[in-house]
């Protein structure tokens, strides 16, 4: 019996519709073999089938086989919710000759997809399916095949796409229909989510289409389709959309379908894809709640990637000659293009010997890079394989740089395995390799392990990958290597390494737009990444620890929401970058997208439990793999079982009992282990992270939280009175209003900056501490009577010690350390802590620069309606009078950490009853001044808090040291020239 890899079913020996119900199957294919085997004999048989391609892989795939048929209908809808993809293959069939024969079904989906279910109808006896536990549904099916009934099985190929086949004996005239259900999680990589879908049905079709429903809560920011099925079909894909909301239909009628206008076949032979990404308001994710589970989306962007420091193990044994290492050479080369200066490599070259192009890391430089690119161009291989070896010496130069403080503590380090078979030389056990290695790697390294060829033992490769924070690949030494490396990227959740790919998808023109696969290695973002709960709100959550994060990608975690009063629910995320540790906090209505989903026709409803469902049992299916005992395996198993069974999932380890209505006919889908195990079979669900179990879920609220305070009694209720906010503050806010506080005096003193759009004035100078505070001022849309009004629109904060720059603008925060720069909107509660600064953002509130604990600045943020004529956002600026300056300091605030004396006299009605005017002197200027109210914003954003002071007209003249003018400064990170600074009074 042939190697099994395309699955089959065949129902034969139906004489006449009228006399018999009863089908008998014949199996082409066989079970999976028993683990209990000898080792040896097991190692030799993967060996073996590794090595093969049978010609059922080289067939030509059609989706409907048969002779003289009809199909009547072929129809593909697939609905998207949130990332999640529910898709249904439908076909309608009749055997038209004049003979019984064959018919056969096929499906291509997703390696990474489950199946849901099946059901057939033949001539009115209806098959449907049902998952159950692998040998329950064997035993089933072993009853109905001793008593004569029917049986059948179902296998998968080892391709990165799988086939469901299923072919059907049956007299003329029968009518069958066929019905397929699959579901995935959609995994997001170079920025964009992708749902291909193969069309390849193989003769002409009266009713043939295509659906491809998509709703994202959070609104889609990207959406196009592609196909390779020829320009003839380009016109034909049709696309709708609203912000949450798209559909994309393709329904060729027969004449469109022709190869040509009198032809008889078909055309459509291809895939058309559909690419689109969601819409992100902030660096904190994406929380949503539907039918008591949730799951968290975390996608950062606008953040500076994390150095590296990579080794490059390259395999250079004989059987590496040719065509493996000429693709090799070129893969390397598109690599090492990619290094920048800031990262740090070598590159291990091993046979049955190891050889280092450097015995330490160097920098990414031109000069190096060309130099390790000739290294690598002039090898010859020949020899053995030592894997073991090589692997320890990649490790030792690694944690040698790491001890002698060589590199970077955030930055990323990791070896990148090239081999394309078993080990023969030196350490040749594959399980003591594995020892080995996890023994000697550190917590914070990362292996990334890539297969060539069919001989590769994947699976050890892929398992000694994922117990070291890495995932695994595979290239087929048939395809081009540097072209699949350009074709398929890294992301979270996802293989990092060569691909495996189906052969029609070499040349989809999809695939020539990705960027290249090592920009995505070399993207990593965030490492250390946490996503947490607080107390007893959650439960069953998905791993929530990961490794790194790698830009482009997407880390997810899903839970069960516990029942509660309230009715939100909170997450809390932490993770280091290339220069800060970040918390950030987003919560959600947890009835909101419930309520949404009820109006949306085409969602899918259920989609955060399958989603949840699907992420546990990946999840847990790499665990099984790494399982230590026997007994942590069974009991791995067990979960993996109940949890396929309770979603109706089709996994490795359960199997679809197809049905008749009656129970005398039955079916068998089974799924069973791939010796080949395509990629990521049994990953984790994030870039390199740990399949570790999931934590302790607990997350107090943090003390930069603040909750949320009533505000003060207007005066207009209780009429005018004095009152103290705890720690009085100077401060600029609205149209520039500017309060300064002077304890001694205890009393405020404002005035206004009559100053021009576009100017930066200056607030704070101080050179002694290094900090310099600077607002940039907008006008408002229109101007108001004959004037215009002027506020600031962005606020700068430069620590020059630490070369550190926060721009605070009414759309976000951005955050400069030399040539790097990290983005955070206003629509996520967020802390930063880099180098003895901190900045802590309120969600659409207020945002806290702290500098060493000594100097605090808090930002405010105005929101208008956004179709006002003539209001704009602005910002509030809001320094405490406690904040300990040098002795230099200067600026239109800075100044008055030195408090002047300031006495009032003469105090007496003004123009207006409502204002006193006074006589203030200070600084040896009579100023006459009027008494009246100004606003502090902190508590109340939407009325504010009355201040009672004292305003200087002609903008502070007379208050401040010299004219306004000399505290516009040319940029934002500007200290005060000294000698344009008046002397302080």
């Known amino acids: 019996m042939r190697p099994c890899f395309l699955l089959s079913l065949l129902l034969v020996g139906l004489a006449s519709l009228g006399k018999s119900r009863c089908f008998d199957f014949v199996i082409d294919g066989q079970w999976e073999e028993d683990e209990r085997q000898p080792p040896g004999l097991r190692e030799l048989r993967d060996r073996h089938k590794r090595a093969v391609l049978t010609s059922e892989e080289q067939e030509d795939f059609e989706a409907i086989r048969g002779d003289d048929i009809t199909v009547k209908s072929y129809k593909v809808e697939s609905r998207i919710t949130s990332r999640f993809a529910h898709t249904t293959v439908r076909s309608s069939v009749v055997n038209s000759g004049s003979k019984a024969q064959t018919i056969g079904f096929n499906v291509q989906i997703p390696k990474r997809a489950f199946i849901t279910n099946f059901t057939m109808n033949v001539n009115g006896i209806t098959f449907t399916g049902s998952v159950k536990e692998k040998t329950v549904a064997r035993n089933l099916y072993a009853q109905a095949r001793a008593k004569g009934k029917a049986a059948g099985i179902v296998r998968a190929n080892s391709q990165e796409m799988e086939t469901f086949k299923t072919e059907v004996h049956v007299p003329p005239g029968s009518n069958i229909e066929f019905e397929l259900h699959y579901q995935e999680m959609m995994q997001r990589r170079l920025g964009a989510y992708q749902h291909t879908l193969h069309l390849q049905p193989g003769r002409l079709v009266p009713h043939f289409q295509v659906d491809v429903y998509i709703y994202e809560p959070n609104g889609m920011a990207l959406l196009e389709t592609s196909n390779d099925l020829g320009h003839k079909f380009d016109n034909l894909v049709t696309m709708t959309q609203s912000p949450e909301k798209a559909h994309v239909v393709f329904k060729p009628n027969l004449q469109q379908q022709r190869k040509c206008d009198n032809c008889t076949q078909s055309a459509i032979d ?59 050479v070129e893969a390397m080369r598109a690599i090492l293009d990619d290094l920048t200066v800031d990262d740090q490599f070598s590159v291990i070259d091993f046979n049955h010997n190891v050889r280092c192009w450097s015995e330490e890391l160097v920098p990414g430089s031109t000069i190096q890079i060309a130099d390790a690119k000739r290294y690598v161009e002039n090898i010859k291989p020949s020899g053995g394989t030592n894997i ?61 392990s890539l297969g060539i060829g069919f001989d590769v033992d994947y699976d050890f490769l892929e398992r000694m990958a994922m117990e070291n924070r890495g995932t695994a690949q595979r290239i087929f030494a048939n395809h081009d290597a540097a072209e699949q490396l350009r074709v398929r990227g890294l992301g979270g959740r996802r293989c990092l390494g060569l691909s495996l790919l189906s052969p029609f998808s070499l040349f989809s023109p999809f695939w020539p737009f990705l960027q290249t696969f090592y920009r995505q290695v070399s993207n990593p973002l965030l490492r250390k990444i946490a996503v947490q709960f607080p107390e007893d709100s959650v439960s069953d959550v998905t791993q929530n620890h990961f490794d790194k994060y790698f830009g482009g990608s997407e880390l997810a975690v899903a839970g069960k929401v516990k029942p509660s009063d309230g009715n939100t629910l ?26 949404a989903l009820a109006k949306q026709q085409h969602s899918f409803t259920g989609f955060a439990r399958q989603m949840w469902a699907y992420m546990s049992i990946k999840q847990m299916m790499g665990e099984r793999t790494l399982a230590p005992t026997a007994s942590k395996k069974r009991k791995i198993t067990q979960r993996i079982l109940a949890l396929a069974m309770e979603h109706q999932f089709v996994t490795p380890l359960t199997a679809l009992l197809v049905e008749s209505e009656d129970s005398t006919e039955r079916l068998l889908a089974d799924s069973p282990k791939d010796p080949k195990q395509g990629c990521c079979s049994a990953s984790g669900m994030g870039g390199g992270s740990r399949l570790l179990p999931p934590v302790k879920v607990v997350y107090e609220r943090p003390p930069w939280v603040q909750t949320s305070t009533p505000a003060p009694p207007s005066h207009a209720i209780k009429g005018p009175e004095e009152w103290a906010l705890p720690g009085r503050v100077n401060l600029v806010d609205n149209d520039p209003h500017f309060i300064v506080h002077l304890p001694r005096s205890n009393m405020d003193v404002c005035f206004n900056i009559d100053s021009q759009p576009g100017h930066i004035l200056n607030l704070v100078s101080d050179r002694g501490a290094g900090v310099a505070v600077n607002g940039r001022l907008i006008s408002g849309k229109e101007p108001v009577n004959g004037r215009d009004k002027t506020y600031f629109g962005l606020i700068s904060v430069h620590y020059r010690p630490a070369g550190i720059a926060v721009a605070v603008g009414t759309e976000g925060v951005d955050l400069t350390h030399g040539v790097n720069k990290d983005t955070f909107t206003w629509a996520a509660t967020a802390d930063i802590v880099q180098d003895g600064v901190r900045i802590s953002i309120v969600k659409d509130s207020q945002v806290t620069v702290s500098i060493g604990g000594q100097i605090q600045v808090m930002v405010l943020l105005h929101r208008v309606w956004k179709k006002h004529p003539v209001n704009v956002d602005f910002l509030g600026v809001y320094l405490p009078n406690d904040n300990q300056y040098s002795p230099r300091v200067h600026g239109l605030i800075g100044q008055f950490s030195r408090e002047p004396q300031v006495t009032i006299s003469n105090i007496h009605d003004g123009a207006d009853p409502l204002k006193m005017e006074a006589t203030m002197e200070v600084k040896g200027n009579k100023l006459q001044v009027t008494r009246g109210w100004q606003k502090d914003y902190r508590r109340d954003k939407r009325r504010g808090s009355d201040v009672y002071c004292w305003f200087v007209h002609n903008s502070g003249k007379g208050f401040i040291d010299g004219h306004f003018g000399s505290y516009i400064v040319p940029d934002l990170a500007a200290f005060l020239p000294l000698e344009e600074r008046s002397p302080p009074q």
């Open 270 to 328: 291809g895939t058309l894809t559909v690419k689109y990404d969601v819409k992100r308001d902030s660096n904190a994710g994406e929380l949503q709640v539907s039918d008591g589970h949730f799951v968290h989306f975390f996608a950062p962007s606008n953040m500076s990637p994390l150095p590296k420091n990579i080794v490059f193990v390259i395999d250079v044994s004989g059987s590496m000659w040719g065509v493996k290492m000429k693709q090799t």
């Open 388 to 448: 073991n070896e090589a692997l320890m010496k990649a490790i030792q130069m690694l944690l040698r740089a790491s001890s002698q403080g060589l590199v970077d503590p955030r930055s990323v380090s990791m070896i990148i395995l090239v081999s394309d078979g078993d080990p023969t030389v030196g350490e040749i056990k594959l399980s003591a390799i594995q020892k080995n290695v996890k023994k000697v790697m550190r917590d914070d390294f990362s292996l990334f």
């Open 570 to 595: 909170t997450a809390f995320t932490t993770a280091s970058g290339a220069l800060l540790d970040i918390t950030l906090e987003t919560e959600v209505d947890t009835s909101e997208l419930d309520r």
